[in-house]
Structure formats: structure tokens, C-alpha cells
């Protein structure tokens, strides 16, 4: 069966994006760019990709706005708005379903892994449905103090179990596997 993967970045004080939503503070600690980490070798792993629209709408607009990034994939954006938009990219459906049906529906498919791309407040609905069968969560070598934290609060991931399943390490940067228990 399919499995739901959370891979995101985050400073070492647990944030995913800085108080205004920039994430352009992303690198490590030092100038070289040549290593790459897990994510060239993590992306040829996933087939479908399912983000929150603000996350989307970010990378349309800010990132990559004039090329997809995620060409190939199946894209899933998450709406509560009931939107007349159309997607920019070929391959990306804006929704709005409920996630325990279409985590349901995937993994029915046949595929490769789900990557869940984020925001904040997608992780945290996931997190609370229990839909998160894998975390590989990067943790960059900056404090923010504050910003968009990648666990709030009102979800239930203090309640989880998990097993460090590997760890990389690079440029300063720390790469680490959890699965659940």
C-alpha cells in the first residue's frame, strides 16, 4: 500500500516559514550549493503530491511562477473555499474534499509514495486524522523566533510514537527519518 510522507524543512526553533510566510531562508551553513540532500533522490520515490492552497499558491506566484516545478506528478491543493479557479499547471487539481477520503482513495491507487508538501495548517489536519505514515523532516541551521511553526498546538503529534529510521547530515543541515511505532 501507498504511504503518506511529510518531508519539509524547518529552523532548529521549529518553524517552516518566517513570521510574513518567506521561506527564503532555506540553505545551510555555508556557501556550497552542490550537495542537493535526499530530495533529488526523495522526488523520483513520489507520484502525487497533495498541498495546502496557500503552499500552492506560494509556489505559483513567488517560487515558480513561470515553470512547474512538479511536471509528471498528480498535484491535490486543499481548499476550505469553494474556488472557480483553475489550475495554472497541467496535472493539479485544487479540492475541496475531505482529506480521510481522498488519503483513502490514493492509496487504494496503485503509485508510488503521497508526498504531503504542507502548509502549517494541512500538516496539522493530517497529523490529527492520523494520516501521516512517515516523517523526513529537514532542519536548517537558522532560528527564526518566530513564524509559521511546522506543529501547532491543536494538533496531536505530541500523542505519536516514532522511530528514528535515519539521519543524513550536510552543510550543516540535519536530515531525519521517523516512522511510527
Known amino acids: 500500500m501507498r504511504k503518506v510522507i511529510l518531508y ?90 475531505d482529506i480521510e477520503s481522498l488519503v483513502n482513495r490514493l492509496k487504494k491507487k496503485e503509485g508510488l509514495s503521497i508526498w504531503l508538501c504542507g502548509g502549517s495548517a494541512t500538516v496539522d489536519q493530517f497529523i490529527n486524522h492520523n494520516l501521516v505514515d512517515e516523517f523526513r523532516i529537514t532542519m536548517v541551521p537558522k532560528t527564526l523566533g518566530e513564524g509559521i511553526p511546522l506543529f501547532s498546538k491543536q494538533n496531536k503529534f505530541s500523542k505519536m510514537k516514532l522511530k528514528l529510521a535515519s539521519t543524513q547530515i550536510y552543510n550543516g543541515i540535519v536530515e531525519m527519518e521517523y516512522v511510527k511505532k
Request: glycine share 8%; hydrophobic share 40%.
Open 8 to 97: 519539509i524543512s524547518m529552523s532548529v526553533d521549529g518553524f517552516i516559514a518566517d513570521k510574513n510566510g518567506r521561506i527564503d531562508w532555506l540553505d545551510g551553513d555555508s556557501i556550497e550549493t552542490i550537495i542537493k540532500g535526499s530530495y533529488p533522490y526523495f522526488i523520483k520515490k513520489i507520484d502525487t503530491i497533495i498541498m495546502g492552497y496557500h503552499t500552492y499558491h506560494q509556489i505559483v506566484t513567488e517560487l515558480f511562477p513561470n515553470e512547474w516545478p512538479f511536471y509528471g506528478k498528480e498535484i491535490f491543493v486543499l481548499t476550505y473555499n469553494h474556488l472557480n479557479e483553475k489550475a495554472k499547471f497541467e496535472g493539479v487539481s485544487i479540492i475541496n474534499e
